[in-house]
């Protein structure tokens, strides 16, 4: 970090005679000490006009979690790809509708269902100042597909090849047809990165990276915050500030009081709780936009009791999801039936009943399964995000008035994946959103047998058969139909209880121009600038 330190210098104007008396001397004193005053006025006018243009020219943010990595492949949650995705371009970029744009690729020729000639931009350039070339993005879309990329293979295993036709065409070899992989190209895994770099630095990649985005990285003070500098050679339309600084802030209100302060710029998200006061106040502004995201309570399927699918019945019908809900989020989303959102195609969620609490029902199955509740004793895993706190803690209640024993373990966020990852606990809360719109993301990220962001251990042949029919499949009637299986499938299984659909909700200042939220929750922050 920069630290600025202001110095004082003593000013002695030289040649005016220490007279004190005298009309002609007093006259001319005064005169020379109102020319000095307002010569040092006018610079210090200009010490602070720099200044003020100076801070104007750092954009700050508040997220509430840091990045766990720099690696656009050793990841798969939402504030490590919001870093990446102002470090790195894709070949292809989503617009607000969902719909695959050029980017690092100029254009695209769909040869079969399975192969994808994609022609690049010539000229762009990686932050190192190498030009990026077919070798760069062969390298980078085959090393998804490695071990490293464990958490993204959802993504990127159906990807074959890419084979190189000269230093500015690559053609896409899928092993099968696929139709979301596409798109998925948008995806942080689909970030293109330096081969000569990745391979310098080896497992340490990810700390210094090198990409061909609007901003190049400068420092990263993990848990804290990390801040980019413009890329002034950059291929498309450059950053409007010079600095970026993102800084991790996990509590709301402190949020909102940086926010209100001007110590951020930016701040996300806005909890429930401080709506009001951002709407309230003058110098801010409140963005808002449903996601396509889910909020659940996943079981740890891979042990007992929660491998049986009646114990996991009967707790979803033990709690009031729809009351938890409300009283958590007091209007923001709204109580998810279907792990589809219903913003994605082929949701069901509007078609399906709304559930009620039915606590002589939960009996009946805690019964059937041989399992006396009051002899039931786990932990409710959480992260530090306080609507996720309260609606533990609203769990925990209910499961208590059945005599269900629930302690609720805290973790900061890289230290909470880190524990889900292992698949050592017994319930936890998180949350899932789509950067890429289709309804085989809702799903095969979660659940499909082996993925590296299933935390509940799920593992079910039938599901597995029914991701890798609707992936094949054109849009249509017969894909519509697999989803809506599919949904019905999860509900009858139940390895986790839907809690909330969320929205994006985010507070700018007003000065702060040209900054909109994405629909996907990767926000991008090269066309923001200040306008007084």
């Known amino acids: 970090m920069v630290k600025y330190k202001n110095n004082r210098r003593g000013v002695r104007p030289l040649g005016v005679p220490p007279c004190q008396e005298g009309d002609i001397f007093r006259k001319e004193r005064i005169a020379l000490k109102k020319f000095v005053s307002a010569v040092l006025a006018f610079a210090l006018a200009l010490s602070l006009c720099g200044a003020a243009l100076a801070a104007k020219d750092e954009l700050v943010v508040a997220d509430q979690y840091d990045a766990t990595t720099l690696d656009p492949i050793n990841h798969n949650d939402y504030p490590t790809s919001r ?4 470090i790195y371009d894709t070949l292809v970029i989503l617009n607000d509708d969902g719909m695959p744009q050029p980017c690092l690729a100029e254009k ?21 100042g190498d030009e990026m070339k077919a070798e760069d993005v062969k390298f980078s879309l085959e090393r998804a597909n490695t071990p490293r990329g464990a958490q993204i293979h959802e993504y990127s295993q159906d990807l074959d090849n890419v084979e190189i ?24 895994w689909g970030s293109i990165v330096n081969k000569k770099v990745v391979e310098a630095a080896g497992d340490d990649y990810g700390i210094e990276p090198v990409g061909t985005g609007a901003f190049k990285f400068k420092e990263w003070a993990k848990g804290d915050h990390y801040t980019f500098e413009r890329f002034d050679d950059y291929w498309g339309e450059k950053a409007k500030v010079k600095t970026l600084t993102v800084r991790a802030i996990p ?54 009791p929660f491998n049986d699918a009646r114990f996991r019945q009967a707790v979803f019908a033990a709690l009031d999801t729809v009351g938890i809900q409300k ?16 913003s994605t195609k082929y949701s069901i969620n509007d078609e399906l009943p709304v559930h009620e609490r039915d606590v002589e029902k939960a009996k009946a199955l805690f019964k059937e399964a041989g ?25 925990q ?100 209880v839907y809690l909330h659909n969320d929205e994006a909700v985010v507070g700018v200042r007003k000065a702060v121009k040209g900054f909109k939220i994405n629909p996907f929750e990767v926000h991008r922050f090269a066309p923001a600038y200040f306008e007084d």
């Not at 695209?108 to 190192?128: A, C, P, Q, S």
């Not at 006396?372 to 803690?393: C, G, H």
């Open 83 to 86: 870093a990446c995705a102002q």
């Open 397 to 496: 209640s209910q499961l208590a008035e059945l005599g269900i024993k629930t302690d609720i373990k805290q973790m900061e966020w890289g230290s909470y994946l880190g524990i889900l990852q292992q698949r050592a606990h017994d319930v936890f809360l998180l949350g899932w959103g789509l950067s890429v719109p289709d309804p085989n993301y809702a799903v095969a990220g979660l659940l499909a047998t082996g993925a590296g962001t299933n935390y509940t251990g799920f593992s079910n042949k039938e599901l597995d058969e029914l991701l890798a029919k609707g992936r094949s499949l054109q849009d249509g009637d017969e894909r519509k139909q697999v989803y809506k299986d599919m949904q019905l499938f999860i509900n009858e299984q139940c390895p986790m």
């Open 371 to 395: 399992i006396d509740p009051a002899t039931l004793s786990f932990t409710i895993l959480t992260n530090e995000r306080k609507e996720r706190v309260d609606m533990a803690q609203i769990i």
């Open 108 to 128: 695209w020729e769909f040869l079969t269902d399975k192969d994808y000639k994609m022609t690049l931009r010539k000229g762009v350039k990686f932050h190192n």
């Open 251 to 304: 509590e709301p209100t402190n949020r909102t009081i940086e926010l209100e302060t001007g110590a951020v710029d930016i701040s996300y998200p806005i909890s429930t709780v401080e709506l009001s006061r951002v709407e309230g106040n003058d110098e801010l502004t409140l963005q808002r936009m449903p996601l396509s995201s889910t909020t659940y309570m996943g079981f740890n399927t891979t042990k007992a």
């Open 327 to 342: 009283a958590v989020f007091r209007g923001v989303g709204k109580t998810p039936r279907s792990l589809i959102p219903s």
């Open 165 to 188: 036709v000269d230093d500015y065409t690559v053609i896409l070899h899928l092993k099968t047809a696929n139709t979301p992989f596409f798109a998925s190209l948008s995806h942080s």
